[in-house]
């Protein structure tokens, strides 16, 4: 009898307690209605929020003391006097509103939305709609000022909370992810580029702009009747359009740049590999997949990804210029030059790939050295001297007219200068090395 009586004796204190939570956020709920708090009032209601912190147990509770919860600088925000100068009253947001503040709000108002959405009863939907809608700008040029001010985590995470607050706007989560790899945030920039990923976005489109006749300054929008609408008004002119092209490939190279970052080598194979079935032949994604073999020292499959890619754009002549450096530092000189030269087919005035194929031409010339200070004073390796000094010589007469073109291009660039004194200084080229000194200042 004695345990039925305190079984019954604790059903009843749980019970008790349940129906003391269920006034308590009553409570909560009647003080949210109101358009404005008294301090008094806003006191009550953080004290209501904190006694019931960790106690909500049915799914609604949580979701609700949660959503009141991210609401506390809402709420002091309404006991601030009306007649609050702009200046004052934006110096007192800064304070109240931090980044951390700002996302739990952004997860407090999206989780109550899709909560409304599954129950079918919207108790605050349009109430948080009207939030966002009157904040949004203002979040947003936050976002922006702590952005341009370098402070790329916090930025990254009121544009995180801008996106939750308006998923369709999948934009606010892009630069959310390109700030986060700003500030080093790798973690939150995986999450942000795996969602964008999996909702396939691209950011493909185009952007419409015209000139403003009042500022002289070419301007965007997003809607093609808009800007029409203002040149009609006489207030824009000269529209023009520019294509914005598929962001996709960066996305899935950023997944992998991060992978490699955080040392998941497989993963980043991985990310790129089920991109390339998605998107097969797609050249972004390539670029992609050699940047991330080029990061392993993966010469081999760096070289053949960037072929491919050739294939489609075979007078690209960066992508060549870079096959030219890799194959370089790889000790294949014969190939490097052989990509250098069709750099400089391809673009004659693209002074470093001059620079670099005559720094490859020279490369054997090391090999001469080593073997002429080898050699001893016998007649014979006398003979042998006098060849391999003839060969350094027509290498370096070789390498000249290369050296001397990229100087026509660049007569200031410095390591075109120092690259001609060796070779004339080697020629004896004295009044060469004597015109080029004076113009170093030397």
Known sequence: MKINHLFLAGTLFLATASFAQKDELKALKKLYAKDALKTE?????????QKLEGLATEESDKVYLKFYKAMV?????????????????QAQMTKLFSPNTIE???????????????????LYTDDINETIQAFKGQLLNVAISLGNAKQFSESSKILYSIYLMEPKEMENLYFAASYAVEGKDYDSALKYYEILKDKNYTGEGVKYFAKNKLTGQLESFTDKSIRNKFIELGQYTDPTEEKVPSKRGEIVKNIALIYLQQGKTDAAKSAIADAKKELPGDTNLLLSEAEIYLKLNDVPNYQKTI???????????????????TSGNNNQFDEAEKYYRRVIEIKPDYVDAYVNLADMMLKPDQKL????????????????????????QKLFNKVLPILESAYKLQ??????????????????????????KAQLGK
């Open 41 to 49: 009032e806003y006191t009550e209601y953080k004290n209501l929020v």
């Open 73 to 89: 600088p809402m709420m002091e925000m309404s006991t601030w006097d009306k007649n609050m100068s702009p200046v004052v009253m």
């Open 104 to 122: 739990g709000l952004g997860v407090a108002m999206r989780e109550t939305l899709d909560y409304e959405v599954k129950s079918g009863k919207k």
């Open 307 to 325: 072929k491919e890619v050739l294939e489609k754009n075979p007078n690209d002549h960066i992508l060549i210029y870079n096959l030219g450096v």
């Open 369 to 392: 050295v080593d073997e002429m200070n080898k050699l001893g004073y016998t007649e014979k390796d006398q003979k042998r001297f006098e060849f391999l000094k003839v060969e350094r």
């Open 411 to 436: 007569p200031n660039n410095e390591g075109v200068i120092n690259g001609l004194l060796t070779v004339y200084k080697f020629l004896e080229r004295n009044d060469k090395v004597k015109e080029l």
